[in-house]
């Protein structure tokens, strides 16, 4: 199984979406869940490419507010195997990762410079500082990871379930996986789902979890 991930949205809790289906008719056959504001994804597969892609806010110079594009549109175009925009200025700094059987690649996108990284093999984690192992929420998963044997998604998930979880570490524990935090006059912000996403030659696995308001286990469903 060359590809496994395990992959978090973060976002303002308020704001609408539904599970992953396949919600856009001019991508056939692509899954993700849908953003019901912008009417984007965080997170596309194509199961019968074996591609997957997806979308990390960045840091940086945001987009002038008039022509601006939701960086959801993004893991669509990626994930159907269409280039993503030769001109990026329409949209807010991102990190966005297409991967499939072959490997996986980062274009990093901070409002005035593009980067395009081919990523090793072995363990990566983007956060939204992009690939900055020595960030806490960063560096506690990539030992996590390491120290949790490899799954085998033909059989299950192992242990990254509980990964998944986030290990029970306090939700505003700058190490923690899974994100409550509070705002203003109670405009909450955090992890609001999960996925853990397998392809292969033989195998493409997708499982999504909702993240319950209360720590405690996510109860995956197979999507693929």
């Not at 949205?9 to 019901?36: C, F, K, S, T, Y």
């Not at 319950?212 to 197979?222: A, I, K, N």
């Amino acid at each position: 199984m060359p590809l496994l991930v395990l992959a978090v949205r973060d976002e303002l809790l308020m704001r609408p979406w539904e599970p992953p289906a396949e919600h856009w008719p001019r991508h056939p056959g692509v899954l993700g869940g849908i953003d019901l504001v912008a009417g984007g994804t965080w997170l596309a597969v194509d199961p019968a490419a074996r591609r997957a892609a997806f979308v990390l806010n960045g840091r940086g110079r945001l987009a002038a507010e008039h022509g601006r594009r939701s960086r959801g549109d993004l893991p669509l175009l990626a994930a159907a195997g269409l280039p993503v925009p030769g001109d990026l200025r329409a949209f807010d700094p991102f990190y966005l990762i297409t991967a499939d059987i072959s490997g996986a690649a980062m274009v990093g996108w901070d409002g005035e410079t593009r980067t395009d990284t081919a990523l090793p093999e072995g363990f990566t984690v983007i956060v939204n500082s992009g690939d900055d192992p020595a960030e806490p929420r960063a560096a506690h998963l990539l030992a996590a990871l390491r120290a949790t044997p490899r799954p085998d998604p033909a059989e299950g998930w192992g242990g990254w379930p509980v990964l998944a979880a986030g290990e029970g570490i306090d939700r505003e524990d700058s190490r923690a996986l899974i994100l409550r935090h509070t705002f203003g006059d109670d405009l909450r912000y955090g992890s609001s789902s999960v996925t853990l996403l397998a392809i292969g030659p033989r195998l493409v696995r997708y499982d999504f979890a909702p993240v319950p308001d209360e720590p405690g286990p996510v109860s995956l469903t197979r999507i693929v």
